[in-house]
């Protein structure tokens, strides 16, 4: 079955405490992004992938890294995270960048107390 | 700066009734265009797009209108059956941009719709 998979599916954590939530996609798909969903904000691009070891940033990058060393992973990383990276994230892939074939993974959700 | 925008934050329609959900962008540039779905507890899915190159489209009980000189487009959905209830998420994107093609979207922030029974 085609998907992408997320986890973990809820985290609970302390500000600063460094912490990574992994995606992983089976389609052997090219592009790469995680998305950060916040109310009355829709769905914000934080990073994108266009292939392994090519990362750039999207619209709100601050306080996130990433890394692509395998095509079918792309975890997203907070260094020290904050309260305000508290939020509902999605990673999503696509084959070749067109984005009506963009695949959503289920979602983590995230709170930084 | 809200480049894709849902006014309505909610719709609530009657079983076998349509439903029109709307949504306004600012960015010209701006030539495809999405809607997706959204249930709780699970990641959007593609439902309908549309090229800027037309002005309509439509696939089964959804239909998907775009006004360019007005910078809108609309989601009707004939007719509408509570399965229907779910978020659903106006997007848009620059495929012609000339740069390399991110697979990036413009989300806008999405309008819940009830479909009653």
Not at chain 1, 58 to 71: A, I, L
Request: hydrophobic share 30%.
């Amino acid at each position: 079955e085609a998907q992408v998979t997320q986890n973990p599916r809820y985290l609970i954590t302390v500000t600063g405490k460094k912490l990574t939530v992994t995606c992983s996609q089976n389609m052997n798909h090219e592009y790469m992004s995680w998305y950060r969903q916040d109310p009355g904000l829709g769905l914000r691009q934080i990073y994108y992938s266009m292939n392994v070891e090519v990362t750039d940033k999207g619209d709100v990058p601050e306080g996130y890294k990433v890394s692509r060393k395998e095509k079918r992973n792309f975890p997203l990383i907070l260094e020290s995270p904050s309260p305000n990276q508290t939020s509902l994230y999605f990673c999503a892939s696509t084959l070749d960048g067109r984005t009506d074939t963009q695949y959503f993974g289920p979602g983590t959700r995230l709170t930084v107390l | 700066d809200q480049q894709v925008k849902q006014n309505s934050p909610s719709l609530s329609v009657q079983e076998g009734r349509i439903s029109i959900l709307n949504c306004d962008y600012t960015n010209s540039m701006f030539d495809y265009f999405l809607w997706y779905k959204k249930y709780p507890a699970e990641g959007p899915t593609f439902l309908i797009s549309i090229s800027s190159i037309k002005d309509k489209n439509e696939d089964g009980r959804f239909t998907v209108f775009l006004n360019k000189s007005a910078k809108h487009l609309s989601l009707h959905i004939v007719p509408s059956q509570p399965g229907d209830s779910a978020v659903y998420f106006c997007a848009a994107s620059a495929v012609s941009s000339g740069s390399s093609n991110t697979g990036k979207l413009i989300f806008g922030q999405g309008t819940t719709l009830q479909v009653k029974p």
